[in-house]
């Protein structure tokens, strides 16, 4: 076997590699060794068709590869800091509500999350006051039943910015960096003595 032979077989044995691997860092690095050896292979074989495909191919891994990387950083950095509102706010409606309107109760089916833009609005069973630049509702789109877990009345008027649960479920699946934010944010609401006392589960 000559050394074109070699380098043909370890370039075969590469791209087998790629469909037996199930994770996506590793796979885009076999991918690269596995372009890399097929344009050595269609060099030393005058096999021209297999080099630019290969160089072709080749920048496309590296982009993928270096892409996942940016995502993984992105997620630790939302797993570590507070909620990104302003993912939400092109997605939202506003609306504006009197002082004593029920925004929803206990045991609705929970149809979307609430930023306050301005006034107060209190969570009844935890009798807690939710000011301006925080989100409510979120803690129902995940509940079991997607039910409401508590009843939130405006303790003022009220200005809200809403978003549907149809697009909370879309950003959630499209964007790792919101989803990652989105959960931290809840397990905070679950364990509120770890951020503050305004951080309540409903």
């Known amino acids: 076997m000559n050394t074109v032979d070699i380098f043909g077989w370890v370039a075969g044995a590469l791209v087998l590699a790629t469909f037996c691997l199930r994770t996506m860092i590793p796979l885009r690095g076999v991918a690269i060794a596995s372009n890399i050896a097929f344009v ?61 309107t029920t925004l929803f109760t206990k045991g609705d089916h929970a149809e979307g999350v609430f930023l306050i833009l301005d006034g107060s609005v209190r969570i009844v069973g935890k009798n807690a006051l939710l000011k301006s630049g ?3 509702g979120e803690m129902g789109i995940f509940s079991p039943g997607q ?28 964007n790792p960096e919101f989803g990652a934010h989105l959960l931290r944010f809840i397990m905070l609401r679950c364990h509120p003595g770890q951020e503050g006392a305004d951080r309540v589960s409903r």
């Open 40 to 100: 050595t292979y269609g060099v030393m074989a005058s096999a021209l068709p297999i080099v630019v495909l290969h160089l072709a191919l080749l920048p496309l891994n590296v982009l993928r590869l270096r892409e996942m990387h940016s995502l993984i950083r992105k997620v630790e950095r939302a797993s570590r800091g507070t909620l990104a509102t302003e993912i939400l706010v092109p997605y939202m409606q506003l609306q504006q509500l009197p002082a004593g």
């Open 134 to 136: 925080q989100l409510l």
């Open 147 to 174: 039910r409401r877990t508590d009843t939130a009345v405006c303790e003022s008027e009220v200005r809200l910015a809403s978003i549907t649960d149809d697009k909370i479920w879309t950003l959630f699946h499209e």
